[in-house]
C-alpha cells in the first residue's frame, strides 16, 4: 500500500498550516457571537472581601458577567484532583487565578467591563518557598494541605555504599509549554439546556467530564470537537477557559468565543514543574553503580492539576536508566502559592534526568573514567530490576543508543574568518581566543503510556463504504486530539494497511465517540493506533465472512474467514477457493461498520515503599550535544546535536523525524534560555518579549539515528516517541557547557552570568576540563 504502514506519508492538514488558512480555534467566528474575557487576581494570595459587578452589568454591550455565585454544579475541578475553584470566592491562590468572566458585543467592550469590576482584596502572606511550606507550624495553603503527594522508594536489601561518592544539589526553573496559539474556544448554548464547546485540547472527555460537573449537566448535554490546535506539549490538558466559556454562553443565550492573549496564557495554564534535587551516587572504583539517593521537590503552585502523577514519574526515573543494587529515592510535590504546575513534554522525568546525568559526569570524573564508557557500563538491560521492583520487559537499547550517538562524526572546528558563527553572532562581540568548545552526553529513558494501574483505553470506530463515485472508502472515527504528534497520518496508514484502501477519511474528533484518552505520555499512537487496527481488523472480518457466505464457502471459511480470504490492493482473494472479488462488488451489499476498544497490560500502584509494577513500558534515547561557549560574554551556541533514540517499529519516518527534532529544540530552550520567572509568587516574563524561546537560528541541524526494535506487546510493535529527547537534550547541553568552561553548573537554565567570572583571569582558570578553544 503505497500511503501504508511504514511509509513517509505527509500530515494531509500540512499545506493549510504552511499557507496561512488552516483554522485554528482562534480563528473560529459565527455571526452575533459575544467576546468573553477573564478577570485574575494581581495578589499570590488575597481574601476576598468583596465583588461588585453590578458597574460592569450595566455597561451597554456587556451580555454577561459571571463570578463563583454563578456556577450551578460543582463549584471546584481539577485533573486529577477537584481542587481548583471555577473562580475564586473567598481566597485567591495565585496571581492570576480567575475572580469573574464577562461576555460582551466586541472585545473592547469586555475589556472595560473587566474594569468597571471591583473586587476589595486583603493581601496574606503567600507561600512560595517549596521547601518551607512544608515546615513544622507552616500555614495551611488550602484545606487540603500543602503536600500534594510524597513517594519513597526503599530499593535492595542491607545498604551499602561504594568507595567512591559523589552528591550534590540541583535546581531547574519553570518552563512553559510556549504553544503558539494562545487558548481558544467556541461555545454556543443549544435549544436541548446543553452547550456546544470547538476548543483545542488535549482530552476532549477529560473536559467534557470536568464541564459538565460544574456546569450541573448530564455529560450528555455537553458535547466537544476539537478545534484546530497551535501546540500542547501538555499545556491543554487541564481545564482554562472551557467552562468560564460555557457559563457565559449560557447567561447570555448566545454564543461566545473566549480567547486569551499571550499574557493571559502565561498565567491561565499550568507549566513545567521547578525542582530541587538532591542527589548522592557511590560506585566501586571499577566503575559499578552501588547505591543512589535522591531527595526530589516539586513545587507544584497554588492547585493539583498532574502533580501526584508528575512527582510518580519523577521519583521512579531519578535513579536513570542504570543498574542499581540499592536505591533511596524520595520526593514531594508541594502546593505554594506560585502558578499552578502540571502536564509538559516528559512529565517529571527532565528535571530528573538534568540531576542523574550530572551526577554521571560527575562519578566518570571522580573515577577517571571515560563518561560514555562509565554509562555502557552501567545501562539497563531487559530483564533488569529497577527500583520499583518492576522487571524491565521488552526492548531497550540502552547501551547500543549511547555508543551510536558517542561514534557519530564530530562537526569541524571553526574555520578562520567564521566569527558569525560564533556565540553572539557578532565578529565585534566575540574573540575567537576567547571562544571554549565543550562536548557533552547524556541517557535517560521515559515511561510510555499511563501508569499505576489507571485503566487506560481508547476507542474507535471504523466504516467501510463505497463514496458517491462508487469507489471504496473508510472513514475513522477517534476523539484523539490531533496535537501534531501525526494522528492525522499515522490512523489512515493503518486503514490503508488493514483494508487495502486509499481513500481514508478521518472524521472531526469529537465526543460523540467514546473516549481516545489523553493526547500526552507517549501514547495515542499505541492507544488509538491499536484502536483504529483493532477496528479495521472486526471490519475486514465481517466483510470476508459476509463474501464466503454469499459465495457458499464452507462454514470453517465463513467463521474463520482470515484463515483463507485476504484483502489485498483493492480486491478480496481466497486461493484456496478460488476467489476473487472487487472490493467495490463486495460492499455493493451495504457498508461495514464496526468499533474498537484498546486496552493496555495492567499495570499496579507502588506500594508503601515504592514497589510494584507502575509503567507499561520504556523507551530510551541518548544525545550527545557539542557548544561553543564566549568566555566574557557567557553566550552559548549549540553547535551540533547528535541523538540515538528508541522507536520500535517506525511507522511514518517523516513524521519520527519531526517529533525528534521538536523535542530535542524544546530540551535545548530548557537549557540555555527559557524560564518563567517568578518575583515573590508574580511572573514576571509573561510575554515573548522576555520569556526567550529557540528559533532556527538557535537549533543545529540534528544527527539522528533510529534503533528499531519492535515492542512486543504493542501494535506494529511502535513505541511513543515525542518525550525521550526532551528528557536528553537538556543535560546533554550542559554536560557540554561544564565541559567547555570547567564550571561547576548546578541551576538550569544556564544563564551568562553562570559562565561569567569578574575577577581577573578567572575566565580562563575556568576553561579546563576537557574543554577545546576555537
Known amino acids: 500500500m503505497r500511503h501504508g504502514i511504514g511509509q513517509s506519508v505527509r500530515r494531509p492538514d500540512g499545506p493549510d498550516k504552511v499557507n496561512g488558512v488552516f483554522p485554528y480555534a482562534g480563528d473560529l467566528r459565527v455571526p452575533g457571537m459575544l467576546h468573553g474575557r477573564t478577570l485574575r487576581s494581581p495578589h499570590p494570595r488575597a481574601r476576598i472581601a468583596r465583588i461588585d459587578t453590578a458597574a460592569a452589568r450595566r455597561l451597554a454591550g456587556v451580555a454577561a458577567v459571571v463570578t463563583a455565585a454563578d456556577v450551578p454544579g460543582v463549584a471546584t475541578y481539577g485533573l486529577i484532583v477537584a481542587d481548583q475553584p471555577v473562580f475564586a470566592a473567598t481566597e485567591t491562590r495565585y496571581a492570576g487565578e480567575p475572580v469573574a468572566a464577562v461576555a460582551a458585543v466586541d472585545a473592547a467592550t469586555a475589556r472595560r467591563a473587566l474594569a468597571a469590576i471591583e473586587v476589595d482584596y486583603e493581601p496574606l502572606r503567600a507561600g512560595t518557598d517549596p521547601e518551607r511550606v512544608l515546615d513544622p507550624g507552616a500555614e495551611a495553603l488550602h484545606p487540603a494541605g500543602n503536600l500534594y503527594r510524597e513517594i519513597d522508594i526503599h530499593h535492595g536489601g542491607a545498604w551499602a555504599d561504594g568507595p567512591v561518592a559523589v552528591e550534590d544539589t540541583y535546581r531547574v526553573g519553570m518552563q512553559d509549554q510556549a504553544f503558539l496559539a494562545p487558548e481558544s474556544a467556541l461555545v454556543t448554548p443549544v435549544a436541548d439546556g446543553g452547550v456546544d464547546l470547538r476548543v483545542a485540547t488535549q482530552w476532549l472527555h477529560s473536559d467534557r467530564e470536568q464541564v459538565a460537573a460544574c456546569l450541573g449537566l448530564p455529560e450528555e448535554l455537553v458535547r466537544l470537537t476539537l478545534a484546530g490546535v497551535g501546540g500542547a506539549f501538555g499545556g491543554r490538558e487541564d481545564i482554562t477557559l472551557q467552562i468560564h466559556g460555557a457559563l457565559l454562553a449560557r447567561a447570555a443565550h448566545a454564543p461566545v468565543r473566549i480567547a486569551y492573549d499571550r499574557v493571559e496564557s502565561f498565567l491561565g495554564h499550568p507549566h513545567r514543574h521547578p525542582a530541587r534535587m538532591w542527589f548522592r551516587h557511590t560506585a566501586t572504583r571499577q566503575g559499578e553503580l552501588v547505591s543512589v539517593r535522591a531527595r526530589l521537590i516539586f513545587?507544584?503552585?497554588?492547585?493539583?492539576?498532574?502533580?501526584?502523577?508528575?512527582?510518580?514519574?519523577?521519583?521512579?526515573?531519578?535513579?536513570?536508566?542504570?543498574?542499581?543494587?540499592?536505591?533511596?529515592?524520595?520526593?514531594?510535590?508541594?502546593?505554594?502559592?506560585?502558578?499552578?504546575?502540571?502536564?509538559?513534554?516528559?512529565?517529571?522525568?527532565?528535571?530528573?534526568?538534568?540531576?542523574?546525568?550530572?551526577?554521571?559526569?560527575?562519578?566518570?570524573?571522580?573515577?577517571?573514567?571515560?563518561?560514555?564508557?562509565?554509562?555502557?557500563?552501567?545501562?539497563?538491560?531487559?530483564?533488569?530490576?529497577?527500583?520499583?521492583?518492576?522487571?524491565?520487559?521488552?526492548?531497550?537499547?540502552?547501551?547500543?543508543?549511547?555508543?551510536?550517538?558517542?561514534?557519530?562524526?564530530?562537526?569541524?572546528?571553526?574555520?578562520?574568518?567564521?566569527?558569525?558563527?560564533?556565540?553572539?553572532?557578532?565578529?565585534?562581540?566575540?574573540?575567537?581566543?576567547?571562544?571554549?568548545?565543550?562536548?557533552?552526553?547524556?541517557?535517560?529513558?521515559?515511561?510510555?503510556?499511563?501508569?499505576?494501574?489507571?485503566?487506560?483505553?481508547?476507542?474507535?470506530?471504523v466504516r467501510l463504504d463505497l463514496d458517491e463515485d462508487g469507489t471504496p472508502r473508510v472513514r475513522v472515527h477517534s476523539a484523539c486530539a490531533e496535537v501534531g504528534q501525526g494522528f492525522v497520518t499515522v490512523a489512515g496508514q493503518i486503514a490503508r494497511t488493514e483494508l487495502g484502501v486509499e481513500r481514508v477519511v478521518l472524521a472531526p474528533a469529537d465526543t460523540a465517540v467514546g473516549s481516545a484518552g489523553s493526547t500526552s505520555a507517549s501514547r495515542q499512537t499505541w492507544m488509538s493506533g491499536g484502536a483504529v487496527r483493532g477496528a479495521c481488523v472486526a471490519v475486514a472480518d465481517r466483510l470476508l465472512a459476509r463474501v464466503a457466505r454469499a459465495a457458499g464457502l464452507p462454514a470453517r471459511v465463513v467463521e474463520t474467514p482470515r484463515h483463507s480470504l485476504r484483502i489485498v490492493a483493492g480486491e478480496i482473494v481466497g486461493a484456496e477457493a478460488g476467489l476473487r472479488i472487487g472490493l467495490a462488488d463486495a460492499l455493493a451489499a451495504g457498508p461495514v461498520e464496526a468499533a474498537f476498544t484498546f486496552h493496555h497490560r495492567r499495570t499496579t500502584a507502588l506500594d508503601a515503599a515504592g514497589q510494584g509494577d507502575p509503567h507499561v513500558a520504556f523507551a530510551a534515547a541518548a544525545h550527545r550535544a557539542v557548544v561553543d561557549v564566549d568566555l566574557d560574554l557567557g553566550l552559548v551556541r549549540v553547535v551540533s546535536m547528535a541523538l540515538a533514540q528508541d522507536c520500535g517499529?517506525?511507522?511514518?519516518?517523516?513524521?519520527?523525524?519531526?517529533?525528534?527534532?521538536?523535542?530535542?529544540?524544546?530540551?535545548?530552550?530548557?537549557?540555555?534560555?527559557?524560564?518563567?520567572?517568578?518575583?515573590?509568587?508574580?511572573?514576571?516574563?509573561?510575554?515573548?518579549?522576555d520569556y526567550l524561546l529557540p528559533t532556527a537560528a538557535d537549533v543545529p541541524d540534528l544527527d539522528f539515528v533510529a534503533v528499531t526494535e519492535p515492542q512486543p506487546d504493542a501494535p506494529y510493535g511502535v513505541k511513543g516517541v515525542g518525550e525521550a529527547p526532551t528528557c536528553t537534550a537538556t543535560p546533554a547541553i550542559v554536560a557540554a557547557i561544564r565541559a567547555a568552561v570547567g564550571r561547576d553548573l548546578r541551576s538550569v537554565p544556564v544563564r551568562p552570568q553562570d559562565l561569567v567570572d569578574l575577577s581577573p583571569g578567572g575566565a580562563d582558570d575556568h576553561a579546563a576540563g576537557g574543554a577545546t578553544p576555537c
Do not use: W
Not at 511507522?651 to 515573590?680: F, H, K, S, W, Y
Open 299 to 461: 513545587d507544584g503552585g497554588a492547585y493539583a492539576s498532574s502533580s501526584p502523577a508528575v512527582l510518580a514519574n519523577a521519583v521512579t526515573h531519578a535513579a536513570g536508566p542504570y543498574r542499581v543494587a540499592h536505591a533511596r529515592l524520595h520526593g514531594v510535590a508541594v502546593r505554594t502559592n506560585n502558578p499552578p504546575c502540571g502536564a509538559m513534554r516528559g512529565f517529571g522525568v527532565p528535571q530528573v534526568s538534568i540531576g542523574h546525568e550530572a551526577q554521571l559526569d560527575r562519578l566518570a570524573d571522580a573515577l577517571g573514567l571515560d563518561p560514555v564508557d562509565l554509562r555502557v557500563r552501567n545501562a539497563l538491560r531487559p530483564g533488569d530490576v529497577l527500583p520499583t521492583g518492576q522487571v524491565l520487559g521488552g526492548p531497550l537499547p540502552a547501551r547500543e543508543l549511547i555508543q551510536l550517538v558517542a561514534a557519530r562524526p564530530l562537526p569541524p572546528p571553526p574555520a578562520p574568518g567564521s566569527e558569525l558563527s560564533l556565540p553572539g553572532g557578532l565578529p565585534a562581540g566575540a574573540d575567537a581566543r576567547r571562544v571554549r568548545r565543550g562536548v557533552g552526553y547524556a541517557l535517560g529513558y521515559k515511561n510510555l503510556l499511563f501508569s499505576e494501574g489507571f485503566d487506560d483505553s481508547a476507542m474507535a470506530r
Open 649 to 689: 517499529t517506525v511507522l511514518n519516518p517523516l513524521a519520527l523525524r519531526g517529533q525528534v527534532e521538536g523535542g530535542t529544540a524544546q530540551g535545548l530552550g530548557l537549557a540555555v534560555m527559557e524560564e518563567l520567572i517568578t518575583d515573590g509568587g508574580r511572573v514576571v516574563n509573561p510575554t515573548f518579549h
